[in-house]
Nanobody
Framework: QVQLVESGGGLVQTGGSLRLSCAAS????????MGWFRQAPGKEREFVATISMSGFTYYADSVKGRFTMSRDNAKNTVYLQMNSLKPEDTAVYYC?????????????????WGQGTQVTVSS
C-alpha cells in the first residue's frame, strides 16, 4: 500500500506564494507519473498538474504560468510551487500516484491519493 502525505498548505493573501510537498512511501515512485488535484467546497475534484516519470509536466489552463510541478526521485517527493495565488485557488489540494509512467489529467488514471492539504487565499 502506497502512502502519500501532503504538506505546505496554509493561509495566504492574494498574490502570495505557497509550496506544497507530497512525500510518497512507494518503492517504485520514480517509475510513476504523479499528479496534483484540488477540490473546492461544493465542487468536484479537478486536475491541477501532472509530471511524468521523465519530468514532463502538464498543467490545467487555470494555473498555467503560475504553478510549477517538480519531483525529486531521491526523496520520493513531488512539489507544487504556487505563485500569484488567487481566491479561486482556495481548495484542498491532493497529490496522487499514477498507474503509468506518463502523467494524465484524469482522476481514473491514479491509484493512490493523499489526505490533502488546505490552501486558502484571502482577497
Amino acid at each position: 500500500q502506497v502512502q502519500l502525505v501532503e504538506s505546505g498548505g496554509g493561509l495566504v493573501q492574494t498574490g502570495g506564494s505557497l509550496r506544497l510537498s507530497c512525500a510518497a512511501s512507494s518503492r517504485t515512485f520514480s517509475k510513476h507519473g504523479m499528479g496534483w488535484f484540488r477540490q473546492a467546497p461544493g465542487k468536484e475534484r479537478e486536475f491541477v498538474a501532472t509530471i511524468s516519470m521523465s519530468g514532463f509536466t502538464y498543467y490545467a489552463d487555470s494555473v498555467k504560468g503560475r504553478f510549477t510541478m517538480s519531483r525529486d526521485n531521491a526523496k520520493n517527493t513531488v512539489y507544487l510551487q504556487m505563485n500569484s495565488l488567487k481566491p479561486e485557488d482556495t481548495a484542498v489540494y491532493y497529490c496522487a500516484e499514477g498507474k503509468h509512467a506518463v502523467g494524465f489529467d484524469s482522476r481514473e488514471e491514479y491509484d493512490y491519493w493523499g489526505q490533502g492539504t488546505q490552501v486558502t487565499v484571502s482577497s
